[in-house]
Protein backbone atom coordinates (compact mmCIF):
# COMPACT_ATOMS: atom_id res chain seq x y z
CA UNK A 1 0.00 0.00 0.00
CA UNK A 2 2.94 2.31 -0.16
CA UNK A 3 4.46 3.48 -3.23
CA UNK A 4 8.34 5.07 -2.20
CA UNK A 5 8.67 6.77 -5.35
CA UNK A 6 4.76 8.27 -6.33
CA UNK A 7 4.42 10.93 -8.61
CA UNK A 8 1.87 13.94 -7.65
CA UNK A 9 2.30 15.84 -10.12
CA UNK A 10 3.30 15.93 -14.28
CA UNK A 11 2.73 19.47 -15.61
CA UNK A 12 3.58 20.91 -18.97
CA UNK A 13 3.12 24.42 -18.52
CA UNK A 14 3.73 27.83 -20.37
CA UNK A 15 3.04 31.43 -19.33
CA UNK A 16 3.48 34.52 -21.26
CA UNK A 17 3.21 37.57 -19.46
CA UNK A 18 2.72 41.54 -21.06
CA UNK A 19 3.31 44.02 -19.31
CA UNK A 20 3.28 48.02 -19.34
CA UNK A 21 4.20 51.19 -17.10
CA UNK A 22 4.01 55.03 -16.90
CA UNK A 23 6.02 56.74 -13.89
CA UNK A 24 6.73 60.43 -13.40
CA UNK A 25 9.14 62.66 -11.26
CA UNK A 26 8.09 65.90 -9.76
CA UNK A 27 10.96 67.89 -8.24
CA UNK A 28 8.54 69.91 -5.48
CA UNK A 29 11.42 72.14 -4.15
CA UNK A 30 15.34 71.89 -4.77
CA UNK A 31 15.57 69.16 -2.21
CA UNK A 32 12.45 67.17 -2.20
CA UNK A 33 11.26 64.83 -5.39
CA UNK A 34 8.35 62.88 -5.74
CA UNK A 35 8.10 59.50 -7.36
CA UNK A 36 5.24 57.75 -8.24
CA UNK A 37 4.17 55.37 -11.31
CA UNK A 38 2.09 52.17 -11.94
CA UNK A 39 2.67 49.26 -14.09
CA UNK A 40 -0.02 46.13 -15.57
CA UNK A 41 0.73 42.73 -16.19
CA UNK A 42 -1.48 40.72 -18.07
CA UNK A 43 -0.34 36.87 -17.82
CA UNK A 44 -1.55 34.24 -19.47
CA UNK A 45 -1.18 30.74 -18.22
CA UNK A 46 -0.63 27.63 -20.41
CA UNK A 47 -1.04 24.17 -18.45
CA UNK A 48 -0.93 20.72 -19.53
CA UNK A 49 -1.52 17.91 -16.84
CA UNK A 50 0.36 14.93 -17.96
CA UNK A 51 -0.92 12.82 -14.94
CA UNK A 52 -4.89 14.03 -14.67
CA UNK A 53 -6.13 10.23 -13.56
CA UNK A 54 -4.16 8.85 -10.92
CA UNK A 55 -6.85 7.58 -8.27
CA UNK A 56 -8.73 5.23 -11.00
CA UNK A 57 -10.15 2.00 -9.42
CA UNK A 58 -11.59 -0.32 -11.51
CA UNK A 59 -11.45 -4.11 -12.30
CA UNK A 60 -8.48 -5.30 -14.28
CA UNK A 61 -6.92 -1.96 -13.91
CA UNK A 62 -2.91 -2.53 -13.06
CA UNK A 63 -2.48 -1.88 -9.82
CA UNK A 64 1.45 -0.50 -10.27
CA UNK A 65 0.13 2.32 -13.05
CA UNK A 66 0.04 6.04 -11.32
CA UNK A 67 -1.65 7.98 -14.69
CA UNK A 68 -4.31 5.96 -15.91
CA UNK A 69 -5.57 6.24 -19.70
CA UNK A 70 -9.11 4.34 -18.54
CA UNK A 71 -12.28 5.01 -16.57
CA UNK A 72 -15.74 3.56 -16.06
CA UNK A 73 -16.59 4.34 -20.13
CA UNK A 74 -13.03 3.05 -21.54
CA UNK A 75 -10.28 4.81 -22.80
CA UNK A 76 -9.66 8.40 -22.25
CA UNK A 77 -6.55 10.74 -22.50
CA UNK A 78 -4.36 10.72 -19.37
CA UNK A 79 -3.86 14.45 -20.03
CA UNK A 80 -5.78 17.37 -19.63
CA UNK A 81 -4.82 20.96 -20.70
CA UNK A 82 -6.02 23.84 -19.08
CA UNK A 83 -5.50 27.45 -19.34
CA UNK A 84 -6.34 31.12 -17.29
CA UNK A 85 -5.65 34.91 -17.53
CA UNK A 86 -5.25 37.50 -14.90
CA UNK A 87 -4.41 40.85 -14.97
CA UNK A 88 -2.82 43.02 -12.27
CA UNK A 89 -2.41 46.73 -11.77
CA UNK A 90 0.66 47.64 -9.27
CA UNK A 91 0.97 50.80 -8.24
CA UNK A 92 3.77 52.39 -6.14
CA UNK A 93 4.87 55.64 -4.56
CA UNK A 94 8.39 57.29 -3.42
CA UNK A 95 9.46 60.02 -1.52
CA UNK A 96 12.98 60.95 -1.69
CA UNK A 97 14.68 64.45 0.57
CA UNK A 98 17.97 65.24 0.24
CA UNK A 99 18.70 68.32 2.72
CA UNK A 100 22.14 67.99 2.78
CA UNK A 101 25.42 66.53 -0.03
CA UNK A 102 25.75 63.23 0.53
CA UNK A 103 22.65 62.62 2.60
CA UNK A 104 19.28 61.20 1.10
CA UNK A 105 16.03 59.96 3.18
CA UNK A 106 13.98 58.33 1.21
CA UNK A 107 10.67 56.11 1.72
CA UNK A 108 8.29 54.65 -0.74
CA UNK A 109 5.09 52.09 -0.75
CA UNK A 110 3.38 50.13 -3.46
CA UNK A 111 1.28 47.39 -4.42
CA UNK A 112 2.61 44.27 -6.33
CA UNK A 113 1.49 40.50 -7.50
CA UNK A 114 3.24 37.14 -7.58
CA UNK A 115 2.16 34.99 -10.45
CA UNK A 116 0.08 31.89 -9.94
CA UNK A 117 1.58 28.32 -9.24
CA UNK A 118 0.54 25.94 -12.84
CA UNK A 119 -0.77 23.86 -9.59
CA UNK A 120 -3.42 26.06 -8.16
CA UNK A 121 -5.04 27.06 -11.73
CA UNK A 122 -8.06 25.97 -12.92
CA UNK A 123 -9.53 25.97 -16.41
CA UNK A 124 -10.42 29.37 -17.39
CA UNK A 125 -9.54 30.72 -13.75
CA UNK A 126 -8.29 34.43 -13.47
CA UNK A 127 -5.55 33.76 -11.96
CA UNK A 128 -5.27 33.82 -8.39
CA UNK A 129 -2.12 36.36 -7.74
CA UNK A 130 -0.67 36.44 -4.62
CA UNK A 131 -0.89 40.08 -3.72
CA UNK A 132 1.97 42.30 -2.25
CA UNK A 133 1.95 45.21 0.01
CA UNK A 134 5.10 46.59 0.74
CA UNK A 135 6.85 49.64 2.31
CA UNK A 136 9.98 50.65 3.42
CA UNK A 137 11.76 53.47 4.41
CA UNK A 138 15.84 54.64 5.08
CA UNK A 139 18.43 57.04 5.17
CA UNK A 140 21.74 56.60 2.67
CA UNK A 141 25.04 58.41 3.22
CA UNK A 142 27.91 58.64 0.82
CA UNK A 143 31.59 60.53 1.36
CA UNK A 144 34.46 60.47 -0.79
CA UNK A 145 37.52 60.98 1.93
CA UNK A 146 40.82 61.28 -0.62
CA UNK A 147 40.94 57.95 -2.68
CA UNK A 148 38.24 56.39 -0.60
CA UNK A 149 34.38 56.57 -1.31
CA UNK A 150 32.54 55.67 1.51
CA UNK A 151 28.68 54.78 2.12
CA UNK A 152 26.49 53.52 4.06
CA UNK A 153 22.66 52.96 4.24
CA UNK A 154 19.76 51.96 7.09
CA UNK A 155 16.82 51.09 6.20
CA UNK A 156 13.32 49.67 7.81
CA UNK A 157 10.85 47.38 5.48
CA UNK A 158 7.29 45.84 6.07
CA UNK A 159 6.06 43.29 2.98
CA UNK A 160 2.68 41.46 3.37
CA UNK A 161 1.71 38.55 1.10
CA UNK A 162 -1.67 37.21 0.84
CA UNK A 163 -1.39 33.68 0.10
CA UNK A 164 2.70 32.71 0.35
CA UNK A 165 4.01 30.21 -0.85
CA UNK A 166 5.59 27.88 2.05
CA UNK A 167 8.71 25.00 1.52
CA UNK A 168 7.01 22.00 2.95
CA UNK A 169 9.29 19.22 4.29
CA UNK A 170 6.65 16.75 4.17
CA UNK A 171 6.01 16.81 0.49
CA UNK A 172 9.52 18.13 -0.44
CA UNK A 173 8.21 21.58 -2.26
CA UNK A 174 6.89 24.81 -2.11
CA UNK A 175 3.00 24.55 -0.64
CA UNK A 176 0.02 27.16 -0.76
CA UNK A 177 0.29 28.87 2.31
CA UNK A 178 -2.09 31.57 4.13
CA UNK A 179 -0.44 36.05 4.36
CA UNK A 180 2.03 36.12 5.67
CA UNK A 181 3.98 39.33 7.36
CA UNK A 182 7.65 40.62 7.22
CA UNK A 183 9.27 43.15 9.09
CA UNK A 184 12.84 43.94 9.42
CA UNK A 185 15.73 46.52 9.46
CA UNK A 186 19.03 45.92 7.39
CA UNK A 187 22.57 48.44 7.78
CA UNK A 188 24.95 48.41 5.23
CA UNK A 189 28.44 50.16 4.87
CA UNK A 190 30.67 50.14 2.16
CA UNK A 191 34.60 51.25 1.52
CA UNK A 192 35.87 51.35 -1.74
CA UNK A 193 39.60 52.16 -2.36
CA UNK A 194 41.72 51.95 -5.34
CA UNK A 195 43.49 48.93 -4.04
CA UNK A 196 40.67 47.24 -2.03
CA UNK A 197 37.04 47.11 -1.36
CA UNK A 198 35.06 45.90 1.64
CA UNK A 199 31.52 45.65 2.34
CA UNK A 200 29.68 44.46 5.67
CA UNK A 201 25.76 43.94 5.49
CA UNK A 202 23.46 43.47 8.57
CA UNK A 203 19.68 42.30 8.05
CA UNK A 204 17.10 41.46 10.80
CA UNK A 205 13.71 40.07 9.91
CA UNK A 206 10.78 38.61 11.66
CA UNK A 207 8.21 36.93 9.64
CA UNK A 208 4.67 35.30 10.72
CA UNK A 209 1.76 33.75 9.61
CA UNK A 210 -1.42 36.48 9.74
CA UNK A 211 -3.50 33.78 10.71
CA UNK A 212 -1.54 32.88 13.83
CA UNK A 213 1.62 34.80 14.31
CA UNK A 214 4.08 31.80 14.37
CA UNK A 215 7.19 32.23 12.57
CA UNK A 216 7.61 31.14 9.30
CA UNK A 217 9.67 28.52 8.46
CA UNK A 218 13.33 28.59 6.88
CA UNK A 219 13.21 32.49 6.93
CA UNK A 220 16.30 33.43 8.82
CA UNK A 221 16.06 36.25 11.78
CA UNK A 222 19.65 37.40 10.74
CA UNK A 223 21.61 37.69 8.24
CA UNK A 224 25.23 38.98 8.47
CA UNK A 225 27.91 38.97 5.59
CA UNK A 226 30.97 40.27 4.81
CA UNK A 227 32.75 41.05 1.80
CA UNK A 228 36.39 41.90 1.47
CA UNK A 229 38.42 42.35 -1.97
CA UNK A 230 41.14 43.18 -2.90
CA UNK A 231 43.20 43.95 -6.47
CA UNK A 232 46.03 45.55 -8.42
CA UNK A 233 48.21 44.88 -11.32
CA UNK A 234 49.98 41.45 -11.52
CA UNK A 235 54.06 41.91 -12.88
Known amino acids: AITPYRTDFRFGAGETNVAGYLDAEL ?4 FLILRGGVRGDFFLFDVQNRCAQMNVVMPGAPLDQECYSLDRYGYRDPAERKSATGLVVQPRVALQLQPVRGLTIAGSYGHGARSADPLYLADGDN ?5 IRAGEGGVLFSRTLGPVALSSRAAFFYTHVDKDLIFSQTVGRNTLAGGTTRLGVLGALRATAPFADAALHVTWARATFDEDGL ?4 VPDLVVRGDLAAHGTLP
Open 27 to 30: RLTR
Open 127 to 131: APFAQ
Open 215 to 218: LVPY
